[in-house]
């Protein structure tokens, strides 16, 4: 076989992407609304790169963030991370067991671990690194790996790595997990991942049910918290602050890309957990250490969340009062319980319109379609964030109602 014939091969694969890319951009409305290229730092107004003709250049609202906590453009958090690049250059040039490693990992090492009420923490490149890395130390072949059915894709990445077998249960269905546990293999390792809340419904994973099917069968439960720090729980700080909880998962872990404002990973776990992981984690021992700004920021955003746990309270109450608003002009919000609040659209084409109206009238809705979503659930993803005023809130309820009804969502 030579060159040619293998580009023949992916020619197939690559025409796939074309059409679907060729469709969206059959109609620049769509594509507009599709991806923002946001030029500003952290603020609930945020400018994009020019991609919309239409829109008169005002600022617009952006409803569709990550930044949970508000402080990707805070000075606090921007000074750390100057700071380190000043005192560590701007890159870690290795993987943590060679010369990557600098003394602020430890430092964000311990903080996570003592935040989060655990013996260690491991910081990773990022949050994917850390879900491959943690699921394909621990579980091999002839183990059992009992995921929910959406669990993000880094978790099934992460299966696929072990070679363990992988069973889904429902979701959010601790009797179904039940019954899955009940006709998989004993023989060998059951570990049970969720997500604590999940990423496009704004849902709860139902932890105490959890632990006690969990116990019943004794398996091993982890959660991913990353759309959870800095938003559930009296003290933002995850699933167990959220039940109320001192200690009702093996593994905690997550990301420090949404709430905290850097990039990078972590697991907390007791000192034998994490030193295995040192030694067996693949993306820890190949792949490069977080660089330093990475880590001073996200340290910074760490401290900020403990010493204003207003942010988070203010979070909760104005996720609560705005699916409240729109749940009374009879918009859908699925299943939402957090700061994420699903706009059902019900069709893609509708998400697209929908996301396009809202623009117009100066709010980011990011639609979120098929395959990511079901089509009979594309949905613009919002998320309300500390930097979200009372005002903001109410702007955006006003625009997202006014919306779906020039879209036919709900009745004029
Ligand atoms: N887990 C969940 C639930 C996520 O939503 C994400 C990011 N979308 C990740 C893990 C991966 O985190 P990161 O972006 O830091 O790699």
Redesign the pocket.
């Known amino acids: 076989m030579n060159a040619s014939e293998g580009w023949q091969r992916l020619e197939s694969r690559l025409e796939a992407i074309d059409r679907r890319v060729r469709s969206l951009e059959s109609d620049p409305s769509r594509r507009n609304s599709f991806i923002p290229y946001i030029v500003d730092r952290d603020s609930p107004y945020t400018n994009v790169d020019g991609q919309y003709p239409d829109h008169d250049g005002q600022p617009l609202l952006m409803m569709s963030g990550y930044s949970y906590l508000g402080l990707g453009g805070d000075e606090r958090v921007v000074e750390a991370a100057k700071a380190a690049v000043e005192q560590y250059g701007t890159g870690t040039h290795g993987v943590r067991a060679l010369a990557g490693s600098i003394p602020l990992h430890r430092e964000l090492e311990a903080e996570l671990a003592r935040l989060l009420g655990r013996e260690e923490a491991l910081a990773f490149g990022?949050?994917?690194?850390?879900?491959v890395g943690t699921i394909g130390a621990l579980c091999g072949p002839g183990d059992t790996i009992l995921i929910d059915k959406i669990d993000?894709a880094?978790?099934v990445d992460g299966c696929q790595l072990s070679g363990a077998k992988v069973t889904r249960f429902r979701h959010n269905d601790p009797g179904h997990l039940d019954r899955r546990l009940q006709d998989s293999d004993d023989s060998g390792l059951r570990l049970v991942i969720v997500?604590s809340v999940y990423?496009m419904d704004g849902d709860i994973a139902p932890l105490p049910q959890l632990r006690e099917v969990c116990d019943r069968h004794g398996a091993l439960l982890m959660v991913?918290e990353?759309?959870a720090l800095g938003v559930i729980g009296r003290s933002g700080l995850g699933i167990e602050d959220h039940f109320d909880y001192e200690h009702l998962v093996d593994i905690k872990l997550?990301?420090?890309?949404?709430g905290i404002p850097a990039?990078?990973?972590w697991v907390v776990g007791s000192s034998r957990l994490i030193q295995h992981l040192k030694y067996a984690a693949r993306p820890f021992l190949f792949s490069a250490a977080l660089a330093p700004a990475q880590a001073g920021a996200a340290l910074a955003a760490l401290r900020i969340l403990e010493s204003e746990p207003e942010r988070v309270t203010h979070i909760q109450n104005e996720a609560a009062r705005l699916r409240a608003i729109l749940n009374e002009a009879g918009l859908q919000t699925g299943l939402s319980e957090t700061a994420v609040i699903p706009l059902i659209a019900g069709s893609d084409e509708g998400a697209y319109d929908l996301a396009t109206a809202c623009r117009k009238a100066g709010v980011i809705g990011i639609p979120v379609v098929s395959p990511a979503v079901p089509t009979s659930l594309a949905r613009l993803r919002i998320a309300v964030t500390a930097n979200h005023t009372k005002a903001h809130i109410d702007t955006a309820a006003e625009v997202f109602i006014k919306a779906a009804r020039e879209c036919n969502l709900i009745e004029a």
């Open positions: 990022s949050g994917y690194a850390a879900n993000h880094s978790i997500d990423s991913d990353a759309h997550g990301t420090l890309s949404k990039t990078g990973g």
